[in-house]
């Protein structure tokens, strides 16, 4: 069903009344706590308050302002709509005031651009690639509040939540880089130590750590629902079944006592998505999973870098050395901390790869292509996936044909005010809550 993320937001209490794994009594009331640590109690992220006091316009009035409804039709056409968070809002009506209009231009645009494939192939292509890993809802929240690594380094890093060291860090030179990363290890840490000491007696414990794993945004708004996709696209379907299987594989193996290694969230959409779903109990020994794993990545990481640097040191004392350029170092400085992949990202990306792979076999025949024509159509973003590897000739200009005439009925429907399945089409064409990062 879609719409369930809009409706439960902030919904934390509720993790032990869901019926995702098998519901764990709640901690007790009054039960004695373990001290919080010194930094994490009663502080919050600076950036995520940052956002919530924030007066700039919230992205959706950006790009559903009347006076600039070109300028939002463009960006949602040029992200192929929206990343699985933003869909999520899209899934319940009404949608964010004056969305609609622009968004019916946008899909305006990319009917337009496929009818005139032969002039516009190129620039198709190059929105295709491009739109991958971004969102206009996204590139909209970063220009509202944007992150200055320079006033993070600092005793700002122990305070960070976990999502906006990532943004921090992605934007951050090699000194930054480290103060960075040293502070949000004080903090995986604190939290790790904090939760094996709770042992299932702190419930602001689980619900603290959880804030700070997947930040405000990825709690109050997880994108990723592991529930049947109501959506009529072959791919975002695969892709919620994916879910749904990721999040019983996953409260399976808690049941069991096993680390889930491959299965961990580690993205804010699916630690949401998990501590929504998942009972108490398992939401708790999710956190603590994730804070170790971090915390040992990073102290591996920054340890590797600091070996790095002693060695670049004492190389710089030989008549051939070289230096490096600065560029190269961050990277290597980047790589050393990179993270490891969210579990259910992982899942939800090979489903997707499969699913497309499934629909580019069936444009490959003409009897394929007869079956493709009753399935429901692709949304905008996965028939982008297909769209760049389909053969040119006869598949090609079906999928297009087929594309564009879903967009256009997308179109209408928005334009017409959209009542009952007819928006639900213009919802789907835009992101799945369920698919997409
Ligand atoms: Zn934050
Ligand atoms: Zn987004
Ligand atoms: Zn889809
Ligand atoms: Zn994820």
Not at 165 to 174: L, M, V
Not at 206 to 213: F, G, I, P, V
Not at 290 to 306: C, H, K, Q, Y
Request: glycine content about 8%.
């Amino acid at each position: 069903m879609r719409g369930e993320g809009a409706q439960s937001r902030g919904s934390l209490e509720s993790t032990a009344s869901n019926p995702g794994c098998a519901p764990d009594a709640l901690p007790r009331a009054g039960a004695a706590r373990a001290p919080a640590p010194d930094h994490v109690a009663a502080t919050s992220c600076p950036e995520c308050v940052a956002a919530g006091r924030c007066e700039a316009p919230d992205p959706w009035s950006e790009l559903a302002d009347a006076a600039r409804r070109r300028a939002g039709a463009e960006a949602i056409a040029d992200h192929l709509g929206f990343c699985a968070r933003h869909a999520a809002v899209l899934g319940a009506k009404p949608w964010p005031a004056s969305l609609a209009p622009a968004a019916a231009d946008g899909l305006g645009i990319l009917a337009a651009l496929l009818e005139d494939r032969p002039r516009y192939e190129e620039k198709l292509l190059q929105i295709m690639f491009r739109s991958r890993h971004a969102c206009a809802a996204c590139g909209a929240e970063r220009r509202r509040t944007p992150i200055d690594p320079a006033a993070l380094a600092g005793d700002a890093a122990r305070r960070l939540c976990f999502p906006h060291y990532r943004a921090a860090a992605a934007k951050a030179d090699e000194k930054q880089l480290a103060l960075l990363a040293a502070g949000v290890l004080h903090s995986a840490r604190a939290w790790q130590e904090r939760l094996e000491d709770a042992a299932g007696t702190d419930e602001d414990a689980t619900s603290a750590a959880l804030h700070w794993l997947a930040g405000e945004e990825g709690i109050e708004a997880p994108g990723a629902l592991p529930l049947q996709s109501g959506s009529p696209c072959p791919v975002c379907r695969a892709a919620a079944r994916a879910l749904q299987r990721w999040l019983d594989a996953a409260c399976t193996a808690l049941r069991l006592d096993l680390e889930l290694r491959g299965l961990l969230p580690l993205c804010p959409a699916h630690i949401g998505a998990f501590a929504l779903h998942a009972g108490a109990r398992d939401a708790r020994e999710v956190a603590r999973q994730a804070t170790e794993v971090i915390a040992a990545m990073l102290e591996r990481g920054l340890a590797e870098n600091a070996r790095a640097a002693r060695r670049e040191v004492e190389e710089s004392a030989s008549v051939w050395y070289r230096r490096r350029a600065a560029s190269y170092l961050l990277g290597r400085r980047r790589r050393a901390l990179r993270m490891p992949a969210c579990g259910a990202c992982e899942r939800v990306d090979v489903a997707c790869q499969q699913a497309q792979g499934e629909t580019l076999d069936l444009l490959a025949s003409r009897a394929g292509r007869e079956e493709l024509a009753g399935q429901g159509d692709l949304c905008v973003r996965h028939f982008a996936g297909v769209y760049m590897f389909a053969p040119h000739g006869e598949p090609r200009m079906m999928l297009a044909a087929r594309q564009r005439a879903a967009l256009l009925r997308a179109q209408a429907a928005l334009a017409g005010g959209g009542s009952g399945d007819e928006w639900m089409i213009a919802a789907s064409q835009l992101g799945d809550p369920g698919a997409w990062r």
